[in-house]
């Protein structure tokens, strides 16, 4: 058997074993181990059946909790299939019905008992499923103070029980370039914006744009808005801004204002010329508007 693996991680015995020939072991770089149980099993099924072998641990605390699932461990294969493995496990990475349905005779192995599944979910879970994104909160300040805002509104801001929302707070910008280069290398997508009006920062649009030139894949905003003018809008999408959010929250003037103490029709005019100058400029950038029902702030009706 041929060995693939750049960790060296399986034990000595299974490198050296040559009871199966013309066929490929290969170990994805991800730098886990094999559990002892599961490389047994895979073994036993590779001499029984003599066919391609996918090892993808299914881990039900994983999916209980909505986590993304583990991707390919160990595959053995016929060495004729050389030239379309990486392809194939590619294709059907997370969907083992889709590798089920290539015209290759193959078994997958995701079923595993209680030691392994400790061991590939507590000691390795970390290293194996990267992110989904990255949220970066960039500053501690917003421009607004709405009412329903556990972080800004004036009459929650007392109740703090810490000082993260004193003063004026800002991402130093050798923290972005960090970001942009580790999520770049790995392709994870960055989302700007979580508990802080992201267009404050004066390093904005050099982050979005650093981002997109380190290989991040998606970049997104949520902003409310008001500070969305033509100049800034122009810059962000040249940048490379690939999703932008804008929290409204209210359809009438006076909503607008009780809800969020500031005027509905900048933003709405901010909103609008946004997507003429992104269709204008031919850039690609999905505009979203978010809304929350407010308790005792609008009726709500069936019509």
Not at 109 to 114: F, G, H, K, N, W
Request: proline share 7%.
């Amino acid at each position: 058997m041929i060995i693939q693996e750049t960790h060296k991680l399986l034990p000595i015995q299974i490198r050296d074993n040559g009871e199966v020939t013309n066929m490929v072991q290969e170990i994805p770089p991800h730098g886990i181990p094999l559990h002892p149980k599961s490389i047994k099993r895979i073994s036993a099924v590779v001499k029984s059946q003599q066919k391609a072998v996918v090892f993808r641990p299914s881990l039900p605390v994983s999916s209980e909790l909505g986590l993304p699932t583990y991707p390919t461990l160990a595959s053995v294969y016929p060495q004729e299939l050389s030239n379309i493995w990486s392809r194939l496990l590619q294709k059907t990475e997370g969907n083992n019905q889709r590798l089920l349905e290539a015209p290759i005779p193959l078994t997958i192995i995701d079923q595993i008992d209680p030691d392994e599944q400790l061991h590939y979910f507590a000691n390795y879970y970390g290293k194996a499923v990267k992110p989904a994104y990255v949220r970066a909160i960039v500053g501690n300040t917003c421009n607004l103070k709405c009412v329903m805002c556990p972080y800004h509104s004036s009459v929650l801001k007392p109740t703090h029980t810490t000082d993260f929302f004193t003063g004026n707070k800002a991402m130093s910008w050798e923290m972005m370039e960090k970001l942009a280069r580790e999520c770049g290398e790995q392709g994870i997508k960055v989302l700007i914006g979580s508990v802080e009006e992201p267009l404050l920062h004066p390093k904005i649009i050099d982050f979005v744009r650093l981002c997109r030139e380190q290989g991040v894949p998606r970049v997104q905003i949520t902003t409310n808005g008001q500070l969305l003018d033509e100049s800034r809008a122009i810059a962000l999408l040249q940048a490379g801004l690939t999703n932008i959010d804008i929290s409204i929250d209210a359809a009438e003037p006076d909503t607008y204002l009780r809800v969020r103490g500031a005027n509905l029709n900048r933003v709405e005019t901010n909103v609008i010329n946004f997507i003429r100058l992104r269709d204008r400029l031919g850039i690609p950038c999905q505009v979203r508007t978010l809304f929350v029902r407010n308790q005792d702030v609008t009726a709500f009706s069936n019509r």
